[in-house]
């Protein structure tokens, strides 16, 4: 386990978002990521998508809450042993959450190497 402040993971998830390619951040809208440290009802996901993915909006999407990536700091630390792995862990987390927002099925994730 390796322990972090809340500021330097912060920066992780920040470095992670700023890989993402300029073509998707565009398409990135009304869309929340929040850390927290776990989720109360599954401890050990690393992170979680809630919303509806832009392959299953209808044209008249409008008037939702923004939808929600949680990536979970308590969760990612527990299984990392490195600050180095833990950067590594949370921008794939990142990724593969953000792959949900956008639509790619779980195993289309794990072939890319976001699982």
Excluded at 17 to 26: E, M, R, S, T
Excluded at 34 to 49: A, K, M, S
Aim: negative net charge; glycine residues 8%.
């Amino acid at each position: 386990m390796v322990h972090v402040s809340e500021e330097r993971f912060d920066e992780m998830v920040n470095d992670a978002l700023d890989k993402i390619p300029d073509q998707f951040v565009a398409k990135m809208r009304n869309l929340v990521i929040l850390v927290r440290d776990f989720n109360e009802e599954n401890p050990g996901i690393l992170g979680l998508y809630e919303g509806v993915s832009l392959t299953e909006r209808t044209h008249d999407h409008t008037g939702f809450l923004p939808d929600a990536i949680f990536i979970y700091r308590g969760a990612l630390q527990n299984m990392c042993a490195t600050e180095e792995r833990l950067a590594h862990e949370v921008e794939v987390t990142v990724f593969h959450e953000l792959g949900h927002y956008f639509g790619i099925e779980e195993e289309d994730l794990h072939r890319l190497g976001w699982g």
